[in-house]
């Protein structure tokens, strides 16, 4: 059935399937926890589930109010997201499609956008009509932490109206970012980080990738499946695991030619995000190395190259390996802060080659 389609997430599915079982669903159910974890989708497929002209406590998949929820194309389903409040009929219906196509793939809503007032007050117009067809008109709120407070306020006033048929289905990230007066009205259900291996599994039911290239993916990603796919569909993966590897044995025995020459190539790549994950790439092998030299090899990632984990692991103690993971991660944290890459890595490079 088709909660089934929301990866993971049992408790908040098993709450779900309870509250429509019992006839106890809220007017309004909030759906909150980290990016890309599946709020989303669950949210799509509870639309589905009360509108659904077969089943009771979930949706069958197969009838029509079903199969037109899941295109987005039901009269009595609304999906609000933040954007531009002048954003164009065909933007918009391409951000519902790409939606659509896949209930996990990034459709990048700016963070710095907000949820269009103008969305709200129409909702509300339309929020005591009778549904055309379906048996609930349904509102999915998506990105409900991205309101400015006019929006929040004309939201509370649809919370705050005899609700009729509608229900309201909003996902956030940030709970702080929301009216407590808009908190206090909605039924809670937080969604948690996925597991690697239901990561790893994910990407190998949906992507045509290899299990090594599905769980370095997975390894990498701390249970976000939106940022996952994203990365399954990079070709360079390995290259970029190469270079990782030979950032860390410049550092560790470079000499300074080839630790300068090395940061010139890295550096020509300008894409930041690029390089915070060969970074991340490169915390990686250090995280197995500590792994292996503790001797649990079976939970290393880079499981297709263990050789030079072995290898790295007899010539760097776990000491080593904390203090190199450290600087990395100093690294990282000034790349959010915008330094110039080329300092970074330069000290980098320097401060790993020193011993602590
Ligand atoms: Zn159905």
Redesign the pocket.
């Known amino acids: 059935m088709s909660f089934n389609n929301v990866i993971g997430q049992e408790k908040a599915k098993q709450a779900l399937r309870q509250a429509l079982e019992n006839d106890r669903l809220a007017h309004a159910i909030l759906l909150y926890g980290p990016e890309g974890v599946g709020k989303r989708a669950l949210a799509i497929e509870l639309a589905?589930a009360v509108n659904?002209?077969?089943?009771k406590s979930d949706?069958?998949?197969?009838?029509s109010?079903?199969h037109k929820i899941s295109s987005l194309q039901h009269p009595d389903l609304k999906v609000i997201f933040p954007g531009p409040a002048q954003l164009q009929v065909e933007e918009e219906i391409s951000i519902l499609q790409k939606i659509a196509e896949d209930n996990y793939q990034a459709v990048g809503f700016a963070k710095s956008v907000t949820i269009p007032i103008d969305k709200i007050r129409e909702l509300r117009k339309q929020a005591s009509y009778h549904p055309y067809e379906g048996k609930r008109k349904v509102a999915i709120l998506l990105g409900a932490d991205q309101m400015r407070p006019e929006a929040a306020n004309a939201l509370l006033k649809i919370l705050e109206e005899p609700p009729g048929t509608l229900l309201l289905i909003l996902t956030a990230i940030n709970l702080n970012s929301l009216l407590p007066t808009i908190l206090s009205r909605c039924q809670r259900l937080q969604l948690n980080h996925l597991s690697r291996a239901e990561i790893e599994e994910a990407l190998l039911k949906r992507k045509d990738i290899s299990p090594e290239k599905a769980k370095i993916v997975a390894g990498l990603t701390n249970g976000n499946l939106t940022r996952a796919l994203l990365l399954a569909a990079e070709q360079d993966l390995d290259e970029y695991r190469n270079i990782a590897r030979a950032l860390l044995e410049a550092a560790l025995w470079g000499n300074n030619t080839e630790k300068l020459n090395l940061i010139e190539t890295i550096t020509a790549e300008k894409d930041k995000a690029r390089l915070e994950y060969l970074l991340e790439l490169v915390l990686l092998w250090l995280r197995d190395t500590l792994l292996w030299g503790e001797g649990r090899q079976d939970k290393i990632t880079n499981i297709d190259r263990s050789d030079e984990t072995k290898k790295m692991a007899e010539w760097i103690d776990s000491k080593k390996v904390a203090h190199l993971s450290r600087e990395v991660e100093s690294s990282l944290e000034m790349m959010s802060r915008n330094v110039n890459p080329e300092l970074i890595l330069i000290g980098l490079v320097e401060q790993m080659s020193t011993s602590e």
Do not use: F, N, V, Y
């Open positions: 589905k659904c002209t077969q089943a949706a069958c998949d197969l009838c109010s079903c």
